[in-house]
């Protein structure tokens, strides 16, 4: 079992910036891919961001020059850094960890984004 542990998210006005954390109980070094998906009321859940194990970083069209994914291995945390947020931003965050076939997730952090 590994478990996925999210911080940040908030409130924000439209134009801001906030950070989400996430750590995972096994090193990084193990984990096939990392990363953020996200849901919207009434909503499907939707990719946000990722990286592999090499490095290799994938975003949502939607997001792309806006949001930034980056990994401390040292702490086996990936951080998302948002900036100029939208109100279409507001979604329920939740951290992604895949090893070999298997998903695990966190229990998701709020981000909401006023206009």
């Known amino acids: 079992q590994v478990r996925v542990v999210e911080s940040g998210g908030g409130l924000v006005q439209a134009g801001g910036s906030l950070t989400l954390s996430c750590e995972a109980s096994?090193?990084?070094?193990?984990?096939?891919?990392m990363g953020w998906y996200r849901q919207a009321p009434g909503k499907q859940r939707e990719l946000v961001a990722t990286?592999?194990?090499?490095?290799?970083?994938n975003y949502a069209d939607s997001v792309k020059g806006r949001f930034t994914l980056s990994r401390d291995n040292a702490k086996n945390t990936v951080y998302l850094q948002m900036s100029s947020l939208k109100p279409e931003d507001t979604a329920v965050y939740y951290c992604?960890?895949?090893?070999?076939?298997?998903?695990?997730w966190g229990q998701g952090t709020q981000v909401t984004v006023s206009s």
């Open positions: 992604n960890v895949l090893i070999v076939r298997t998903d695990y």
């Open positions: 096994r090193t990084i070094l193990t984990i096939n891919t």
């Open positions: 990286i592999t194990r090499q490095g290799n970083t």
